[in-house]
């Protein structure tokens, strides 16, 4: 079982930047694929990225593909999503989660076996 808390969010304005971290805790945190995902009130949770264990496989949503970039430090157990030229689109809650090995579920939420609690993002027009 592993914990994860996530952090860094925030408000910040239209074409500014955030760096979330998602902290994990508890087993190997190297043996798990980790994603970020994204809920608006009223919408859908929605597929953000995904990173494999050793970071050698990525996938981006189409929607933030050149302006956000996931990276991962196993030996710190941290996964972090670098946000940059935000749109007030981007604001929800932002979850980070785990599951485990890469696999053609990763954009689907209910694959998933761990999750954070959330961190608020808000951008402001």
């Known amino acids: 079982q592993v914990q994860l808390v996530e952090s860094g969010g925030g408000l910040v304005q239209a074409g500014g930047s955030l760096r979330l971290s998602c902290a994990a805790s508890?087993?190997?945190?190297?043996?798990?694929?980790m994603g970020w995902f994204r809920q608006a009130p009223g919408k859908e949770r929605e597929f953000v990225v995904a990173?494999?264990?050793?970071?050698?496989?990525?996938y981006y949503a189409d929607s933030v593909k050149g302006r956000i970039t996931i990276s991962r430090d196993n030996a710190k157990n941290t996964v972090y999503l670098q946000m940059n030229s935000l749109k007030p689109e981007d604001t929800a809650v932002y979850y980070c989660a785990a599951k485990g090995p890469w696999d053609n579920g990763m954009t689907n939420y209910r694959t998933y076996e761990y999750w954070g609690q959330g961190t608020q993002v808000t951008v402001s027009s």
């Open positions: 508890g087993r190997a945190f190297s043996t798990y694929a």
């Open positions: 990173i494999s264990r050793n970071g050698g496989n990525l």
